[in-house]
C-alpha cells in the first residue's frame, strides 16, 4: 500500500481503539445497568457493535503488520506505470483522467485513486508515456493513451 494509505489506516486503528471502543464499553455498561440482559435490546446492540470493532481492530492490525509500504514519490521507475504512480490518460474522444494506482484498500475512483487489482490498473502496469491501452470494461472495450506517468 501507498503511505497515504498506511496512514489513513493507522488513523482509523487509533480512532477505533481511542474513540470507538471506550464509547461502546460505556454503552454496554450503562445497558447493563437497565436490568434484565435477556431482553434487553441495547445490550444486545452494543455487544454487537463490539463485535465488530474487535474484529475491525484485529484486521487493521493485521493489514498493517504485514504491508509493504511504498512512497511514489521515492520510486524510480523509468517512466513506466508502476504501483504508485499517478498516470494521465486520455481515450479516443479525447477526454482525460488522472488515476493513481493504489492498494485495494485506498482505492477510491471518485478521487482518482484505483485499485492494483482493476483491470485498467493491470492494463496500464508496466507501460510508460506515449503507449496505448486496451481495456476490457463492462461497457466494451476501452482504448486509452498514456500521455504522462508520474511519482507524487
Same mark, same amino acid.
Given at each position: 500500500?501507498?503511505?497515504?494509505?498506511?496512514?489513513?489506516?493507522?488513523?482509523?486503528?487509533?480512532?477505533?481503539?481511542?474513540?470507538?471502543?471506550?464509547?461502546?464499553?460505556?454503552?454496554?455498561?450503562?445497558?447493563?445497568?437497565?436490568?434484565?440482559?435477556?431482553?434487553?435490546?441495547?445490550?444486545?446492540?452494543?455487544?454487537?457493535?463490539?463485535?465488530?470493532?474487535?474484529?475491525?481492530?484485529?484486521?487493521?492490525?493485521?493489514?498493517?503488520?504485514?504491508?509493504?509500504? $511504498?512512497?511514489?514519490?521515492?520510486?524510480? #521507475?523509468?517512466?513506466?506505470?508502476?504501483? &504508485?504512480?499517478? @498516470?494521465? /490518460?486520455?481515450?479516443? +474522444?479525447?477526454?482525460?483522467?488522472?488515476?493513481?494506482?493504489?492498494?485495494?484498500?485506498?482505492?477510491?475512483?471518485?478521487?482518482?485513486?484505483?485499485? $492494483?487489482?482493476?483491470?485498467?490498473?493491470? #492494463?496500464?502496469?508496466?507501460?510508460?508515456? &506515449?503507449?496505448? @491501452?486496451? /481495456?476490457?470494461?463492462? +461497457?466494451?472495450?476501452?482504448?486509452?493513451?498514456?500521455?504522462?506517468?508520474?511519482?507524487?
Amino acid at each position: 500500500m501507498t503511505k497515504r494509505g498506511a496512514d489513513l489506516l493507522r488513523a482509523e486503528l487509533h480512532r477505533l481503539k481511542t474513540v470507538e471502543r471506550p464509547a461502546n464499553s460505556k454503552a454496554i455498561g450503562e445497558a447493563r445497568s437497565h436490568g434484565d440482559l435477556s431482553e434487553n435490546a441495547e445490550y444486545h446492540a452494543a455487544r454487537e457493535r463490539a463485535g465488530f470493532i474487535e474484529g475491525r481492530i484485529a484486521e487493521l492490525e493485521a493489514k498493517l503488520a504485514n504491508a509493504q509500504v $511504498i512512497d511514489p514519490k521515492l520510486l524510480h #521507475a523509468d517512466g513506466r506505470c508502476v504501483f &504508485g504512480a499517478t @498516470v494521465d /490518460v486520455e481515450d479516443h +474522444g479525447g477526454e482525460r483522467a488522472t488515476w493513481q494506482i493504489v492498494g485495494e484498500d485506498e482505492a477510491d475512483i471518485k478521487a482518482g485513486r484505483i485499485s $492494483i487489482s482493476s483491470p485498467i490498473a493491470r #492494463a496500464l502496469i508496466g507501460k510508460e508515456a &506515449g503507449e496505448s @491501452v486496451e /481495456v476490457q470494461t463492462p +461497457g466494451g472495450v476501452k482504448r486509452y493513451e498514456i500521455v504522462d506517468v508520474r511519482y507524487e
